[in-house]
């Protein structure tokens, strides 16, 4: 599964900096606006002390975490919908990711320019949010002519999405982000094809100093204040820090962190955070060769679990054999646990669960 999150913001609030820590792709940073105009990807891997945990009992050579896709998309600035700065292609870039990482300054720093001459986060936050409701407008607008023209004809369909456009537009005009509105499971299908930003979920991730991590921050609290009311997920990290750790060997990593009072890199939070948001669920495949995580939708049965792996696997699905991690360690080995009874034969019914060990039975 292609999952990709896009890193916003204002300029200069840290975002190619962050991303430069998070892939090591050499997205090039700097003290002024507009300094990445195509977005650049990286592929960030999700730590999970899972796989560990069943690399203790199950040896092999390779392990391989999930990942996410991320891009780092030009700075917004104020009138981004009418086209200024970089808008219109910010714009088109951030309609096709699955979440949003909302980049937001939260420390003061007289060499680093803010665009607006001052830090305030909950203003950069309703900026950026301004414009992407009014490019969401936009978009909506267009919508509603479009099929409300088809309607008249008669078509079904066509009454069906000029429905969705007229609620799309009704919430847009309250100044209000759709993903603030329920939608039923047909309304969501009707709105695909038109990837409205302001649908996806989002991450803030409140950028502070390097020796601010650990400290209280009344600006990230006014953030965390504004995300609780939205359901949305704040992560708390110093992009500059973790750009200063990703050049690091391990040994002297370990021990800058211990100096921070930190356990492990803000990087490892923000992964995680990012796959939460996108409402995922992790399975295992163990064996001689590898053990792999893989990433699938939460309530996927079985046959569509195994075809994230590959598309033969699900149609030609017989059974699953799955276990738990914590029978693994309780047995010692895949032996033990067959022996035990503690390894289980699933069918094309069963929904796969958050942390499964699974071998898949398939014809070709």
């Not at 720093?109 to 950026?128: F, Y």
């Not at 200063?244 to 992964?271: Q, Y």
Request: with cysteine; hydrophobic share 40%.
């Amino acid at each position: 599964m292609a999952l990709q999150a896009g890193i916003v913001g204002l300029p200069n609030v840290g975002k190619s900096t962050l991303f430069n820590a998070l892939t090591a792709a050499g997205a090039e940073a700097q003290n002024y606006p507009f300094c990445t105009i195509e977005p650049n990807v990286g592929v960030v891997p999700v730590p999970d002390l899972r796989l560990t945990r069943i690399h203790k009992h199950i040896k092999t050579d390779k392990v391989i975490p999930t990942s996410v896709e991320i891009l780092d998309i030009a700075g917004l600035v104020r009138g981004a919908s009418k086209g200024e700065g970089l808008g219109n292609q910010f714009l088109g870039h951030i309609r096709s990711v699955d979440a949003v990482l909302h980049v937001v300054r939260c420390f003061e720093d007289g060499d680093v320019v803010h665009v607006d001459g001052s830090v305030d986060p909950i203003r950069d936050i309703e900026t950026i949010e301004l414009e992407l409701i009014l490019a969401d407008m936009d978009a909506a607008q267009r919508r509603l002519h479009k099929w409300t023209k088809a309607a008249r004809g008669g078509d079904e369909d066509a009454k069906v999405q000029r429905g969705v456009s007229e609620k799309m537009l009704a919430i847009l005009e309250d100044s209000r982000p759709l993903r603030s509105e329920e939608w039923t499971e047909d309304e969501l299908l009707a709105m695909r094809d038109s990837q409205p930003i302001t649908l996806k979920p989002v991450l803030y991730v409140c950028n502070v100093a390097e020796d601010g991590v650990l400290e209280a921050n009344p600006m990230v609290d006014l953030v965390r204040e504004r995300a609780e009311r939205e359901n949305a997920g704040v992560v708390v990290i110093s992009a500059q820090v973790e750009a200063e750790l990703s050049e690091l060997e391990p040994e002297e990593r370990d021990e800058f962190l211990a100096d921070l009072g930190l356990t492990e890199p803000g990087l490892n939070r923000l992964a995680r955070a990012t796959y939460e948001l996108l409402g995922l669920f992790t399975y295992f495949t163990a064996g001689e060769k590898e053990i792999r995580a893989w990433t699938i939708h939460e309530g996927m049965k079985a046959p569509q679990a195994a075809g994230v792996i590959h598309t033969d696997f699900e149609r030609g699905f017989i059974r699953a054999e799955v276990y738990t991690i914590e029978a693994l360690e309780e047995n010692g080995s895949e032996a033990a646990l067959r022996a035990a009874g503690k390894l289980h034969v699933e069918g094309k019914e069963y929904v796969v669960q958050d942390g499964d060990v699974m071998h898949f039975r398939f014809n070709v």
